[in-house]
């Protein structure tokens, strides 16, 4: 009776564990850690057009005091450059962005949340709210102006970025 018993216990121990056969990908888990899956360098990838910018970067990586993120963005033919740089509080509050140099810029951006859905990021006074998208294998991540947000004249066209790094 006992090696019975045994035998059950262990038929339902074995039912209950990870199984993975031969060839096959582990089941994806939840993710403990949402923002690990954005960070590194991150790459426009578009071609020219209406409101795009001639080279555009993200890199989002993590520091003592929290996610610091560097953006780079050239328009013009490279005659007109953005290059500035903020580490995002953890706790969501604005944070003020500096210039390259250290410089202090007049906007601030924070981390709105985070999660399988995607990142976004709120930026003021200009820029209201951006979404960043990845996509199933990681290596494409796609930025998106939420509705009602963006304080510009003029139509911004969502990004489209390649990981380098």
């Known amino acids: ?37 954005f960070l590194g360098t991150w790459e426009l990838h578009m071609k020219e057009g209406p409101a795009i910018p001639d080279r555009d970067s993200l890199t989002i990586e993590r520091t003592e005091g929290g996610i610091k993120i560097t953006h780079l963005s050239a328009v013009d033919h490279g005659t007109s450059i953005l290059h500035y740089w903020g580490v995002m509080d953890p706790k969501g509050s604005f944070v003020l962005m500096h210039e390259m140099d250290g410089k202090p810029m007049n906007e601030e951006w924070r981390i709105v949340s985070v999660d399988k ?18 996509s199933a294998d990681g290596q494409i991540m796609k930025m998106s102006r939420l509705p009602g947000t963006v304080k510009f004249p003029v139509s911004l066209p969502d990004l489209t970025y390649t990981k380098s790094k």
């Open 117 to 134: 859905e995607g990142l976004i990021i709120e930026t003021r006074p200009f820029g209201g709210k951006k979404k960043y998208q990845l």
């Open 1 to 37: 009776m006992k090696s019975w018993k045994t035998s059950v216990l262990l038929g339902a121990a074995l039912l209950c564990s990870p199984f993975h056969a031969p060839g096959q990908q582990p089941s994806t888990l939840p993710v403990s850690d949402p923002i690990g899956r």
